[in-house]
């Protein structure tokens, strides 16, 4: 193998899991060590620079960085990551002046942003700053889209999202609310704004059409369900509630069904556990408040005695895994008595105000054409993002796409071709305080996963009460200690090392090896531990200067102890943490960031 290229950003961004997973590639390790030296004002604002909304994905965020953490792979269960991201938010002092603002001369340019949702929101916290007029016209009366209406108050006060988004719209963004864009051709040609940004989501509830769908009025679509609640015009429910999907909106649900006094909530599910979309913290949050989860049923009709229903009928199931795949035999029927049915089984987009002749094409889903880079459609100017762009996804997702059409918007408005993205940038610095001594915690803290509060449930059941009471001061700080420092990189400089063997001898998880050169399937092979996850990489170095021989590391197995460093006698491994900087709408890397050639074979 040639020797692996560390001065490229993604090298080392890969070997840090969750900042990798994340979509908006937020500096996890960082701000988790910035809560460990109690700088939840530093923590908050590093977490913000690209997560936009820390205090809110904080309680509601799906979390794609946790099942990546690497100490699921040691013990199974992955730093909270999202409960310190909370931690920080709500400890935070007054950081209003480290915010981003709004100079007082615009640059002359005007957006026109579709929808109040998590997306517009983010390409306005980054267009602003650079002297654009943000203009954000909204169905509803209040931004947040379908964090607004469609989460329940019991896992997102409002509190929480309105400092979140008034940190936006407070740097003067136009917000008209109760405006409904009917017609984009008539907003593209009004000749009023230099680019628009479609972030209108996935606003359109799937239907069940089943026999006696229309029969009755007891059955209703999810996140309508959710939004009259949150506008307060449903206010009961029936006594039996079934919840049809087993999603995290079916979640939000059926715990708000219990709230609004049911006293039978069942959810009910096509197939088995292992293939539910529901997050596994959001069942058990269910399952604790008494919801049952029904699994191997499939709706066949709405059972409707004069006007009223009063039950489904379901096909019931066997099922079996063969193959790694799920196989399912019929075994009859049944029906399941209730008062009301929630239809939570997905969202649709719906661009009825787009028309089809202003040279914006429409592809499969009848969804628009976007380009996945730079977010613009075949109408130069017209850009998408979030679940507009390519159907739902969550709230992170949104935030990562408002970023890049952000670039890309400004680089239009400045004729700059919006293929021209900003490369990655990437900061190295050692760590290294004494002969064993390190800039970070590296001894391995076998604490276990540390369990949110909840309000108990005898006092739980309420709208306006927030479930999750957050992690206490003890608890953030063991949680802190479960960071294995993943941007603390084992850097190898080759020709330091004389071959002692001193840092295999050392290393607690064989993830060293000194060996002939190969090809990388070949070397997988011969490491001191087999190196079976393909999916993480492996480094190799150039040929050692006294046998030719290299030094490979199984980046899978390191738990960035940094013992390797300390044991070496001539400083070959050093112990440095890595800072991938991303690049942001009128603000590209450093120069000095870039990557540079690394120093190749040692002579």
């Known amino acids: 193998m040639e020797r692996t290229n560390t001065s490229n950003p993604d090298y080392y961004h890969r070997v840090v899991d969750c900042q990798w997973a994340c979509p908006a590639h937020t500096n996890v390790p960082e701000y988790i060590r ?27 965020c799906d979390r794609p960085c946790e099942p990546a953490c690497r100490r699921t792979r040691v013990e199974g269960k992955p730093v909270a990551i999202c409960r310190l991201k909370r931690f920080a938010s709500d400890h935070k002092g007054d950081i209003a002046d480290r915010l981003p603002k709004a100079p007082k001369e615009k640059n002359g340019k005007k957006i026109a942003l579709v929808g109040a949702g998590p997306a517009s929101l983010t390409v306005a916290n980054d267009l602003m700053p650079l002297g654009y007029q943000c203009t954000i016209f909204e169905a509803g009366p209040r931004a947040g889209g379908l964090m607004r209406i469609n ?24 917000m008209r609310y109760n405006t409904r864009i009917d017609s984009l051709k008539g907003l593209v040609e009004s000749g009023e704004y230099d680019a628009v940004f479609v972030g209108s989501g996935a606003p359109k509830g799937k239907e069940l059409e089943l026999p006696g769908r229309h029969d009755c009025e007891q059955i209703f679509i999810g996140i309508e369900w959710l939004a009259n609640i949150h506008f307060e015009h449903v206010n009961t429910v029936g006594s039996r509630v079934l919840i049809i999907g087993v999603g995290n909106t079916a979640m939000d649900c059926c715990r708000s069904a219990k709230r609004l006094g049911a006293a039978d909530v069942k959810v009910v599910a096509r197939k088995t556990r292992k293939y539910f979309k529901a997050s596994p913290w959001e069942l058990e949050d269910a399952e604790e408040e008494g ?27 066997n099922s079996q895994e063969i193959d790694g795949k799920l196989v399912q035999e019929p075994a009859g029927t049944e029906i399941i008595p209730c008062d009301s049915v929630i239809l939570a089984i997905g969202q649709d987009n719906a661009f009825p105000w787009i028309e089809r002749d202003i040279g914006l094409e429409f592809g499969k889903w009848d969804m628009p054409v976007v380009d996945k880079t730079t977010f613009m459609s075949t109408r130069p100017g017209v850009f998408f993002g979030g679940d507009a762009a390519w159907g739902p996804e969550n709230i992170i997702w949104a935030v990562a796409h408002g970023h890049e059409a952000a670039i890309s918007i400004h680089q239009y408005c400045q004729g700059l071709s919006v293929q021209d993205r900003p490369p990655h940038g990437q ?14 915690s590296n001894d391995y803290n076998p604490v276990k996963r540390q369990k949110m509060k909840h309000v108990d449930l005898k006092e739980r059941f309420k709208m306006s009460i927030e479930v999750e009471e957050g992690f206490t001061h003890e608890q953030a700080m063991a949680e802190v200690e479960r960071c294995l420092n993943c941007d603390v990189q084992t850097h190898f400089t080759d020709n330091l090392c004389i071959e002692c063997d001193a840092c295999i001898d050392i290393c607690p998880t064989d993830c060293l090896t000194i060996t002939e050169n190969g090809d990388e399937a070949d070397l997988r092979t011969r490491l001191t531990a087999p190196a079976l996850e393909t999916h993480q990489p492996i480094f190799v170095s150039s040929a050692l200067k006294q046998t030719k021989r290299v030094m490979v590391k199984d980046e899978d197995l390191c738990l960035h102890c940094g013992l390797c460093a300390e044991r070496c006698p001539t400083f070959a491994w050093d112990m ?28």
């Open 34 to 60: 910035l809560i460990g030296q109690e700088r939840y004002d530093d923590a908050y604002i590093l977490n913000r620079e690209s997560n936009v909304f820390p205090g809110i994905l904080g309680r509601v």
């Open 151 to 174: 989460i329940p108050s019991f896992r997102l006060p409002e509190e929480v999202l309105d400092t979140a988004i008034d940190a936006i719209v407070s740097m003067g963004v136009e």
């Open 291 to 317: 919801v049952e989860i029904l699994e191997n049923l499939s709706p066949v009709r709405y059972v409707v005695e004069n006007g009223k229903l009063t039950g489904m009928e379901f096909e019931r199931f």
């Open 427 to 440: 900061t190295m610095s050692s760590t290294k305080m004494g002969l064993h001594e390190w800039a970070y």
């Open 576 to 603: 440095r943490k890595s800072v991938v900087v991303l690049p942001y709408a009128g603000r590209p890397v450093p120069a000095s960031t870039l990557p540079v050639v690394e120093a190749q074979a040692a002579k």
